[in-house]
Each structure stands twice: as structure tokens, then as C-alpha cells.
């Protein structure tokens, strides 16, 4: 059974730096698509970034150039690295894996997605 477990939230200043790391259990699709989603209260889940099981990213507009997405195949670990983190970027981050479909489509939509984690928190405080 799928199972994905992120880990690495904190609290941290303005301009500071956290490495969010997603442990996915049982997840053996050969082709597949994983990824980083983020949610404030009363807002939709929104993408940060998706990387597919041949190392294409992409990243939302609000995060390229800061964060990086990044995985270990060896270690079935996913990572979002996020430098230079505003207040904006205080959300609960989320990774989220595909059900093994992955030609035609769009690893930025969240209904692509067939399996997800609990969440980790990030705060950012200014």
C-alpha cells in the first residue's frame, strides 16, 4: 500500500532556507510523476513543483529560481529544497505521487495525482 510521509517543516526567518523531504512507501510505478503542493487556510491546493521518473521539473511561477524539487530513486525520497523563503511561502507543503499514467498530462494539476501526504507545516516569518 502507497504511503508517503514528508518531513523537514519548521519555522524560520525571511530569507532562510529548509529542505522538505517526502519518504514514499511502496510507490513502484516505473513511470511516474511526484510532486510538491502547498495550501493556506481557505485557499485551494496549489502546485510548487513536479519532477517525472526522468528528471523533467517544472516549477509554479512564484518559486522558480528559489526552489528546487529532487529525488533519490535508491532511497524512494523526494525533496523540495526552498531557499530565499518569503512570508508568502508559510503553508502546509504537501508531496503528492502519480498512479502511473504519464504521457499527455499536466504534472502542475493537482487532479493528476492519485496519492498524497499528510502534510508538514512551513512558517515563515518576517
Known amino acids: 500500500q502507497v504511503k508517503l510521509v514528508e518531513s523537514g517543516g519548521d519555522s524560520v526567518q525571511a530569507g532562510g532556507s529548509l529542505r522538505l523531504s517526502c519518504l514514499m512507501h511502496?510507490?513502484?510505478?516505473?513511470?511516474?510523476?511526484v510532486g510538491w503542493f502547498r495550501q493556506v487556510p481557505g485557499r485551494e491546493r496549489e502546485v510548487v513543483a513536479s519532477i517525472t521518473y526522468l528528471n523533467r521539473t517544472r516549477y509554479a511561477d512564484s518559486v522558480t529560481g528559489r526552489f528546487t524539487i529532487s529525488k533519490d530513486d535508491a532511497k524512494a525520497t523526494l525533496y523540495l529544497q526552498m531557499n530565499s523563503l518569503k512570508p508568502e511561502d508559510t503553508a502546509v507543503y504537501y508531496c503528492?505521487?502519480?498512479?502511473?499514467?504519464?504521457?499527455?498530462?499536466?504534472?502542475?494539476?493537482?487532479?493528476?495525482?492519485?496519492?498524497w501526504g499528510q502534510g508538514t507545516q512551513v512558517t515563515v516569518s518576517s
Open positions: 511502496e510507490y513502484t510505478y516505473s513511470t511516474y510523476f
Open positions: 503528492a505521487g502519480s498512479s502511473g499514467r504519464v504521457w499527455g498530462v499536466n504534472t502542475l494539476d493537482r487532479d493528476a495525482y492519485a496519492y
